[in-house]
């Protein structure tokens, strides 16, 4: 039989409204993503690029609920509202596309009257980021106060229905995490999932308002009807309805000092969280390759972790309980769990053997066993909180929709400089172990605040055991993260030097029998074994060698050095270097004896930036374009394989410049899919060096036997190609693989690489087992075109 109270209907409007929160709550971590991804093609990867987006991205969720908890009380009809809201997120997502297109022209054209300075080019992206941002970003912070006041009667509601909404939201947004960082971008494109995003928005925002008809114009009539003093005879209240309510926490009445130092609580515990976050993300690359798949798993394990806590702690809010006393506990247990995050990540080693950097079980496995603990004990603790710090509001819930906004974007605005802080402070000044004590510290001393604020001496003999325990904790079971997880991953090396810095973590180990070896986020960049050396310095040595005159090259990214070295080495050579890392530059040093020494040299100039977004700004032109390996399935490396960077690269040669583009080993069809991309933008492509180096020139190649060995009569010109094996013109044309008709015709009509579907870092390493190309296959007797 159907309920036709109002507390029946009230009933079932939560589940209707959960279903809509988790498409939302998928939606948003959706649009978060493709923003960020955006963002970084106009501002760059860098990591202070990446904390203004974000740090933009969480200042509108702030506002937004700060706001819409205040506008959830004035008003009668808060899911009526939510549903508009709904329907604008989707309308504003769907401009922004288009909205980055004209960011991108706007940076580009006042960037260059800008002075150099890391703080003024801060605040512009900031500015510009909101200007993009800010409204979809608030409009997404109000809807929770919104939709909770929507289905909030009663005051000792609050808890369990905000456990059970926090809890949809956020596993609706560990959905759309998995769902568009490991498939929707590389499948459908940018574009395409910002429309199924903003279709999803549309959708959820009209059943919104259908629900809100059906629901919220009876509850006005009823609650008309009870303030004239009728209470409708043919819709008595359940019996079990009532007898449930007798046990919900209706009665929970703590003092105003308490209740604030909850809200202080939640401030260091948004700013702890978020802050782990980072420290993480940082610990789990060690582990595992940075992709854009595991990234996704580390987020998913974070948002999954959350949500199943708020689920489990749901239900048991109805219930009477001493709730300070709970959360203290559950603090101290947050800090306990984000100390043993680290032993729990060292011990995944136990259950698996060798590389298994690349194994998605493996991904899962370091991420949920590090991660998900603390993760679910942070999901159970914000409906508490909540509940206590909105504790002494009217019975029919009235200022539910302030306390909570208030509550919420409180604990945004502590995550904002949380995030901050552990990446450009705590990590750089404490190192990643350091700064993970130190956020569990301050989340234990959370807990003691809350143990203090109760009556009674046990709460003393629990600090002062929970303080030794904590203590003891730090010494036995908080391993070196990186020694923990490079010692499994490259055994039998000696970390000889580290850097934590902002951007990544950068060590260089002695490897037995090959010698110092260079991670960058436990990615190894450069060795000193022969082949790799050769390999690095052909990537520079090339371009020059095909060059008729060359005086100016960039090389995106410096790795050991030996790239950019064997270019600054060739006589009358002036070369810039775009490293986003500072700590690469400082471990360039161990491999001075391969790369020339690049960084002492005075025609060599280092630039701390990202590669890419150097193309988009500079008004510099190149005779030579050139890259140190960045693998293309790396997370984020999309935008360095894409049409859209060649064009830009394209652009900045001079006239007769030369690009050359490594594009290595690899299976048939990541391999034609690049050398594809490369030919839309630069169709007369050659291909060299056992078919790994590309040669992009503006027109037909052209090379001159007598131009060649002019420049063999420079000594140190001569020294660098005899190192690579060229000591003649004929060397050089041994090295030729293919010209552009071969080329053309061998990669057919088939998908690009672009910015809006990067295809080859979402490519899925774990399904194809096909052989690597064979490049022989590729090669033509053609040689003879290049020389006339």
């Known amino acids: 039989m159907v309920d036709g109270t109002l507390e029946g209907r009230r009933r079932a409007v939560v589940p ?53 908890g205040r506008a959830a009380d004035r008003t009668g009809r808060p899911l009526f509202w939510y549903g508009l809201v709904e329907i ?46 800010i409204v979809p970003a608030t409009l997404m912070g109000t809807t929770l106060p919104l939709v909770v006041r929507g289905v909030v009667a009663h005051a000792g509601d609050l808890g369990p229905r905000m456990g059970l909404i926090y809890a949809t939201n956020t596993a609706g947004a560990f959905v759309g995490t998995l769902a568009v960082g490991s498939w929707f971008i590389g499948s459908i494109g940018i574009r395409g999932t910002f429309l199924i995003g903003a279709a999803l928005n549309v959708a959820v925002g009209i059943a919104a308002l259908m629900i809100s008809r059906a629901w919220e114009s009876d509850r006005r009539v009823w609650t008309a009807e009870a303030a004239d003093g009728v209470t409708p005879a043919q819709a008595p209240e359940p019996a079990t309805a009532r007898e ?218 629990v600090g002062v055991v929970v303080v030794v325990a904590f203590v003891a904790l730090i010494v036995v079971a908080v391993p070196n993260p990186y020694t923990a997880a490079l010692e499994n991953r490259y055994p039998g090396e000696e970390l000889l030097w580290q850097d934590e810095g902002a951007q990544a973590t950068v060590s260089v180990h002695e490897r037995p029998d090959v010698g110092p070896v260079m991670y960058i986020d436990g990615l190894s960049q450069a060795t000193t074994s022969a082949d790799v050396v050769e390999l690095h310095r052909m990537i520079g040595v090339l371009p020059t060698a095909v060059h008729p005159d060359p005086k100016t090259a960039l090389v995106v990214g410096l790795g050991g050095g030996a790239t950019p070295g064997a270019i600054a080495a060739q006589h009358g050579m002036d070369v810039t270097v775009v490293e986003l890392s500072r700590g690469v530059i400082h471990a360039s040093d161990w491999f001075r004896d391969v790369n020339y020494r690049v960084v002492d040299r005075d025609n060599t100039h280092m630039r701390v930036d990202d590669g890419r977004n150097h193309l988009l700004v500079t008004d510099d032109r190149y005779d030579v374009i050139t890259a140190d390996i960045i693998p293309p399935g790396t997370a984020g490396a999309g935008k360095l394989w894409s049409v859209e960077y060649w064009r830009l690269a394209r652009e900045a040669l001079r006239p007769g410049g030369v690009m050359l583009q490594w594009i290595g080993d690899l299976r048939p069809e990541p391999y034609k899919m690049i ?11 050659t291909l060299w060096y056992h078919g790994q180096l590309l040669v ?85 007797d053609d040689s003879r075109i290049l020389t006339g």
């Open 244 to 461: 449930t309510r007798v046990d919900f926490d209706t009665d929970l009445v703590v003092s105003r000092q308490v209740r604030y130092t909850v809200l202080a609580v939640f401030a260091i515990s948004g700013f702890a969280i978020l802050a782990l976050e980072v420290v993480w993300f940082r610990v789990l690359t060690f582990y595992v390759d940075a992709t854009s798949y595991a990234f996704a798993i580390m987020l998913a394990a974070v948002l999954v972790g959350i949500a199943a806590g708020s689920y489990l702690i749901a239900p048991v809010m109805r219930r009477r309980h001493d709730w300070v006393w709970v959360l203290a506990l559950v603090e101290i247990t947050l800090a306990a769990l984000a100390l043993l995050s680290l032993f729990f990540m060292a011990q995944t080693y136990n259950f698996y053997d060798g590389d298994v950097a690349r194994s998605w079980p493996f991904m899962v496995a370091v991420s949920l066993f590090g991660i998900f603990p603390a993760a679910l004990v942070s999901g159970a603790a914000f409906p508490i909180g909540l509940r206590i710090w909105a504790s002494g509001i009217d019975e029919d819930a009235t200022g539910a929709g302030e306390r909570l906004g208030t509550f919420y974007s409180v604990n945004v605005a502590a995550g904002i400089v949380g995030s901050v802080a552990a990446g450009f402070l705590l990590i750089p000044l404490l190192g990643t172990k350091t700064t993970l004590i130190f956020l569990a510290s301050i989340l234990l001393v959370s807990g003691l605040l809350l143990l203090a604020a109760l009556p009674g001496t046990r709460r003393l003999v």
């Open 696 to 780: 992009g020139t503006k027109g037909p190649l052209q090379l001159d036997r007598a131009s060649f060995e002019r420049r063999l009569e420079f000594p140190e010109t001569r020294a660098v190609l005899a190192d690579v094996g060229i000591t003649s013109f004929d060397d050089l044309m041994a090295l030729y693989y293919a010209g552009p008709s071969t080329l053309h015709a061998y990669v057919g009509a088939g998908p690009l690489l672009t910015d809006d579907r990067p295809r080859l870092e979402f490519y899925n390493p774990f399904t194809d087992k096909s052989e690597v190309v064979d490049t022989n296959t590729i090669r033509d």
């Open 675 to 685: 050398m594809r991309s490369f030919l839309e933008v630069f169709p007369e492509t």
């Open 88 to 133: 604008a997120i989707g309308l504003t997502a769907l401009v922004t596309p288009l909205a980055f297109d004209l960011l991108e022209d706007l940076y580009v054209g006042v960037h260059g009257s800008l002075p150099d300075s890391l703080a003024v080019l801060t605040v512009l992206r900031f500015l510009m980021a909101a200007a993009v941002l």
């Open 16 to 68: 209707l409204v959960c279903v809509l929160l988790f498409i939302s709550g998928g939606c948003a971590l959706a649009y978060q993503l493709l923003w960020h991804r955006l963002l970084s093609l106009v501002f760059g990867v860098s990591v202070y690029a990446a904390a203004t987006t974000l740090a933009c991205f969480f200042v509108g969720l702030a506002i937004g609920s700060f706001a819409g």
